[in-house]
């Protein structure tokens, strides 16, 4: 079965507690080693949304073991400014790093405390793996990142927030922005720049876990979309090589 909208909003509903896994993701979990709670390394939240990610690469006929979505399973990738790091989904055949994503959330009351950090955290992942594939680190094909991000859906991250006059004057585009906006032209940045192939940016809540999905180029659609023209790239170059 190919992954549809319904499957998204169900892993979304699941990273709140909404929902249990449905049928399907309940078998991808397990082929892929994700069946155990917990399991994935952003924690149990992100189990569904990890499995959810998985299918299309298995339906695409990349063996389970290609598929690393667990710390047992190793999910170090080679750096650049520093020797390796965790990603959270990692899909590797033979010497082509055919996918890595970060799966990443925020949550209030405080969503100051770690706005900062994630920002931080998208951009040092991706500058880092870039400039290791210029230094030959990955002789496949070239890497493939995505980037998938929950922020709770809160008074705290609709309201604008107020920002400090330093030194030098802050760019006019972030004044009078919520940290939804705020995330929202960070992530259309990260795009911009080539940093991440594909970035997927959703608003939800425990109370509301029904996506909201606030700028169009960072949806559902085109995240599933371009994950799909990444297979169907290397299909085209004889990916997945029949063991």
């Not at 094909?141 to 400090?164: C, H, N, Q």
């Not at 705020?182 to 940093?195: D, K, V």
């Amino acid at each position: 079965m190919a992954v549809t909208r319904h499957d998204f909003e169900n892993a979304v509903a699941a990273y709140w507690g909404a929902k249990q896994s449905q049928r399907e993701l309940s078998r991808i979990k397990d082929a892929v080693g994700a069946g155990t709670a917990g399991s994935v390394r952003g924690g149990k939240h992100f189990d569904d949304i990890a499995a959810l990610l998985a299918k299309f690469f298995l339906e695409a006929g990349y063996p389970a073991e290609d598929i690393r979505v667990t710390k047992k399973h190793r999910l170090e990738l080679p750096g650049y400014y520093r020797p390796q790091k965790q990603w959270d989904l990692v899909v590797s055949h033979r010497d082509t790093l055919v996918a890595a994503f970060e799966l990443k959330a925020l949550g209030g009351p405080s969503f100051g405390n770690n706005y900062n950090n994630r920002v931080e955290e998208a951009l040092g992942s991706a500058v880092d793996l870039r400039r290791a594939v210029l230094a030959d680190l990955y002789p496949g094909e070239k890497p493939w990142l995505g980037y998938f991000f929950i922020m709770e859906d809160a008074p705290g991250s609709r309201t604008p927030v107020r920002l400090m006059e330093g030194a030098s004057p802050v760019e006019e585009i972030w004044r009078g922005r919520s940290y939804q906006t705020r995330f929202s032209l960070f992530c259309e940045r990260l795009m911009a720049e080539g940093l991440y192939d594909a970035v997927c940016f959703v608003t939800s809540s425990e109370k509301h876990p029904q996506p909201i999905e606030l700028v169009e180029s960072l949806d559902w659609k085109h995240f599933s979309a371009a994950i799909r023209a990444r297979i169907t790239y290397l299909r085209e170059l004889g990916f997945p090589v029949d063991s």
